[in-house]
Structure formats: structure tokens, C-alpha cells
């Protein structure tokens, strides 16, 4: 599996708080089958503001302690972006990180309350600029918990969806979950992250678990592995799942 989500990175944000505890979750990712997480911490969300240069040095230094654990995973960096009026403004001016780096997807937060038509312009921007913003855990945006409707909006006018794995278990309460497996009932997921932070469980096996139950193994595959992969193959010159080496270019 891929964790297209998480705050593994230490001492940047919310997330990880120092290095054991960065550790300590990539230790159970990976006994929960995750082969590649992307370290996604928050950026431009009014608290946290990452930069570019702090995520990858964090990354770097996470990426050190992983190689002389010799843990078999790939670690990837990332940001989770706060949408705020001059995203595509902090875009051209190349202040956020893409997911891995050199990919076209842009792992986007939405505010709890959001103008749709002027997101949706944004959506447009950067799609005209070769970007597929990805919307994190959409199932726990209170405006698409009201109007699950909106999901349809977004994802024709170029944007993705990403659902957090805690979600379909009830962790963020009742809402979230409906709107989870809605947006599972209808395809509209493009991919799952943990969103680990301290003090949250660690949920990727049970969502797929879920996944399975719900829907079909087609589908499953599909938002675990298959989707996240097309982000990979923008970011990575080889990389490894269920035992295979993919190569790249
Ligand atoms: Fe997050």
C-alpha cells in the first residue's frame, strides 16, 4: 500500500514529535503493508507554515535514520497545503512542494467553510498549469458532509479526492465515515492517507480491510496502490511494490 498522507516529519508541525516517535510510526506502517509514505506536513494553514527548504531537510534527515535502521520502505516529501485565496499566487511563485517533489499533484486542505465557485477557478488555474490538486480527507470537510454533491464539482473540474483510512472506521465520528463510504459507493476516491498525528491510530490495514468488504477488490487496489502509483512514477526512478521492481523512464 501507499500512505499518500502523514505528519511523520519531526519537529515541524503537529505531527511527529521528535525522531523515535517518526520511527515509531513508520514501524507501523510498515507492519500494516505500506511500502511508500509521503510526508506531508501542514503548510500555509494560518499555524503552520513549512517551507519548501525545512520539509526536505526534515525529509532528508528522516530518509538517514530509515537507511541505517535499514527499514525497507521509501519515504517520500510532501505538504499538505491550506487553501487560501493566493494558493496560485505561492504556486507560480514555486513556494509548495508538489507530492514527491517533482510530481503534478498538489495535496490541497480545504478550509471548514469555502467559497465553491472561487475554488473551483483555483482548481481550473492549476489544472491549466499541469497540476491535479488532490483534496485531503474530503470526507471530513464539513461543507462536503452537507453536500456530498460537491464531490462531483470538484473531481470534473480536475481534482482528486483523497479519504483519511481513520475515517471509514468511525475515528472522526459518524459524519465523516457516512461521507466516506459515500464517496466510496460512488468511485470518487483517488487515494487513502493515514494522516497519522500523535494520539491517532494508525489505520491503513483496517481501511482496506473495510474497503474490500464494501466494494470490490478492483476498486480497493485501485485507491491503495494503482492511483498513488501514477503519483510515484512522476517522482521516483524506480520503485518497489509487492516484491517487484518497477523501473522508471
Ligand atoms: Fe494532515
Not at 506502517?29 to 519548501?52: E, L, N, R, S
Not at 472506521?169 to 494522516?195: E, I, W, Y
Request: glycine share 6%; aromatic share 6%; proline share 4%.
Amino acid at each position: 500500500m501507499i500512505d499518500t498522507h502523514s505528519h511523520i516529519l519531526p519537529e515541524l508541525d503537529d505531527g511527529s514529535e521528535n525522531i523515535e516517535q517518526s520511527m515509531d510510526f513508520i514501524v507501523q506502517a510498515m507492519k500494516q503493508g505500506v511500502k511508500v509514505m509521503f510526508a506531508t506536513p501542514h503548510c500555509c494553514d494560518g499555524v503552520y507554515d513549512c517551507t519548501k527548504k525545512e520539509i526536505l531537510t526534515a525529509w532528508q534527515f528522516l530518509c538517514e535514520a530509515v537507511d541505517r535502521e535499514g527499514l525497507d520502505i521509501q519515504i517520500l516529501p510532501g505538504a499538505e497545503i491550506r487553501v487560501n485565496h493566493d494558493l496560485v499566487t505561492r504556486y507560480d511563485a514555486g513556494d509548495l512542494l508538489t507530492l514527491g517533489e517533482t510530481s503534478r499533484f498538489l495535496l490541497l486542505e480545504l478550509p471548514p467553510m469555502f467559497i465553491m465557485n472561487a475554488f473551483l477557478r483555483m482548481v481550473r488555474q492549476l489544472t491549466e498549469r499541469g497540476i491535479t490538486p488532490i483534496i485531503a480527507h474530503a470526507e471530513r470537510n464539513p461543507m462536503i458532509i452537507a453536500r456530498p454533491e460537491l464531490a462531483a464539482d470538484l473531481i470534473s473540474t480536475g481534482a482528486e479526492l483523497q479519504i483519511t483510512a481513520g475515517s471509514l472506521k468511525g475515528d472522526f465520528g459518524r459524519a465523516p465515515r457516512k461521507t466516506a463510504k459515500t464517496l466510496v459507493q460512488n468511485n470518487q476516491v483517488f487515494c487513502l492517507g493515514s494522516d497519522i498525528h500523535p494520539g491517532r491510530k494508525y489505520r491503513m490495514k483496517a481501511a482496506r480491510k473495510f474497503l474490500n468488504k464494501a466494494g470490490s477488490r478492483v476498486q480497493t487496489e485501485k485507491i491503495v496502490r494503482e492511483n498513488p502509483e501514477k503519483i510515484l512514477k512522476e517522482c521516483v526512478d524506480q520503485f518497489i511494490l509487492d516484491d517487484q521492481v518497477f523501473m522508471i523512464g
